[in-house]
Each structure stands twice: as C-alpha cells, then as structure tokens.
Nanobody, 116 residues
Framework: QVQLVESGGGLVQPGGSLRLSCAAS????????LNWYRQVPGKERELVAG????????SYADSVKGRFTISRDAAKNTVYLQMNSLKPGDAAVYYC?????????WGKGTLVTVSS
C-alpha cells in the first residue's frame, strides 16, 4: 500500500528556514515524480514543487522560486523541501503527493506556521 508521511513542519519566524521530509513506501519510489503541494483555508491545494525521477528536472511555483528547493534521496525513499526566506504567505499545510496507476496519493500533511 502506498504511504506518504510528511514531517518537519512547525513554527518559524519570517526570514527563517525549514526542511520538510516525505517518507515514501509501498511503491517503487524511483519510478515516479514526487510533488509538494500546500493548502490554506478557503483556497485550492496549490502545487509548490515537483521533482522527476533521478532528480533530473525540478519545477516550482513562481511564488517560491529562488527560496525553496526540492530534492530526493533514492536510498532513503524520501523527498525533501528546503524552504528558506520564509514569508507569512508561505504558511499552510504542506502535502506530499504522487500520481500512480491513475490515482493521486497524499500524505496527511504537515503544518507550517510563519509568524513572529
């Protein structure tokens, strides 16, 4: 069974940094693109970043370009999101995602709060 477990969220001050982790299991990790989404109340879930197999290509929402970095560690079956220069607008629940065999799979999310 596919399982995605996020961790690393928490409270950080504006301008601070945080690294999120997503531990994956139940599928061949290296075969799939992994994504990070985020969602705030009243808004649609937003694609933040994606990374292809072998880390060959990455993509980012315009709002996070230059500040966030997505990466993956095949040996650990884990995808990361390094978040720097955090802004209040980055506060959200962050979700790990994989689209596999016609279905979207999601973790339960990890909460990021940006506040002084």
């Amino acid at each position: 069974q596919v399982q995605l477990v996020e961790s690393g969220g928490g409270l950080v001050q504006p301008g601070g940094s945080l690294r999120l982790s997503c531990a994956a299991s139940g599928f061949t990790f290296s075969w799939y693109t992994l994504n990070w989404y985020r969602q705030v109340p009243g808004k649609e879930r937003e694609l933040v970043a994606g990374i292809t197999t072998a880390g060959g290509r990455t993509s980012y929402a315009d709002s996070v370009k230059g500040r966030f970095t997505i990466s993956r560690d095949a040996a650990k079956n884990t995808v990361y999101l390094q978040m720097n220069s955090l802004k209040p607008g980055d506060a959200a629940v962050y979700y790990c995602n994989v689209f596999r065999n016609g279905m979207d799979y999601w973790g339960k999310g990890t909460l990021v709060t940006v506040s002084s």
